[in-house]
């Protein structure tokens, strides 16, 4: 008996990478419920985990022919997973790239034929935007202002009417001046540059985003969960000064905190 029960513990072998493959599962569990909790996506999350642990279960079974159709279903699924979490998949692959190694400055410069967007535009003119944000917020002036880092956001730049302008508080002040017809929408700066003015950004569905914020916060929101862009929004109900990055707000801020907030992102 004794000799059975040694055997038994000899036959199974852990190595210390099986112990790091738990833990980057475990990891990468973790950052998806992180990502989709509080979503209608999660429930469907834990249904397709539900439907591949009774595969498994079925599997170790032999039940052949159960084990056949659920194969079938899951080996498909992949393609619909991909349809249903599109945007939960950007998202993640955009957390990833930002947090990852070679996404740090001093890795990258080391890569020295390789063409980086480093620091393209580190320099955008703050004081222009605080300014306007300033006035704009005495006067009660609706505006969702959007500053690209590393990409113009083309896509979103065109659904909207090209300015390519040179950054000015006074240009950005009759963009939303309320009876410019260009004031709906939100103005995209990219490298000191006004790039459009009344495009379309994508609406968050973040829950967590409070019921009293409008259509321009949630687009501010929605555009900086997709993109390492940052937005600046004035309310025109009360307006009050709020910053956006990564879909986090940051609301009833003063001029000298959107300011430092801005500085921090954009040196000059």
């Not at 279960?57 to 056949?68: A, C």
């Amino acid at each position: 008996m004794l000799m059975q029960h040694i055997s038994f513990f000899t036959f199974i072998s852990i190595r210390w990478l099986d112990f790091l493959d738990i833990f980057l599962v475990a990891l990468l569990m973790y950052q998806l419920y992180n990502l989709l909790k509080g979503t209608v996506a999660i429930r469907i999350l834990l249904g397709i985990l539900s439907l591949y642990l009774v595969w498994k279960l079925v599997e170790s079974l032999k039940m052949e022919l159960l084990d056949e159709i659920l194969g079938q279903f899951i080996g498909v699924g992949v393609i619909a997973l991909i349809i249903v979490f599109q945007q939960e998949i950007r998202r993640f692959l955009l957390i990833v790239g930002n947090r990852s190694v070679l996404a740090q400055p001093r890795i990258r410069k080391r890569f020295g034929n390789w063409k980086w967007n480093e620091d393209k535009t580190a320099a955008i003119n703050t004081k222009a935007i605080v300014k306007a944000c300033f006035n704009m917020s005495k006067s009660k002036t609706g505006a969702l202002i959007v500053i690209s880092k590393d990409n113009e956001l083309k896509y979103h730049a065109s659904t909207g009417d090209r300015i390519n302008g040179e950054l000015t508080a006074n240009l950005l002040e009759t963009i939303f001046f309320k009876n410019n017809p260009m004031h709906d929408g939100a103005v995209i700066i990219h490298d000191n540059k006004i790039k459009a003015a009344r495009c379309i950004m994508p609406v968050s569905d973040n829950p967590k985003i409070q019921d009293n914020y409008g259509l321009r916060h949630r687009a501010a929101a929605g555009i900086t969960e997709n993109s390492t862009a940052v937005a600046v929004i004035v309310s025109e109900e009360t307006g009050e000064l709020s910053f956006c990055k990564d879909g986090n707000l940051k609301s009833r801020l003063d001029i000298d905190g959107l300011k430092s907030l801005l500085e921090r992102e954009y040196k000059n």
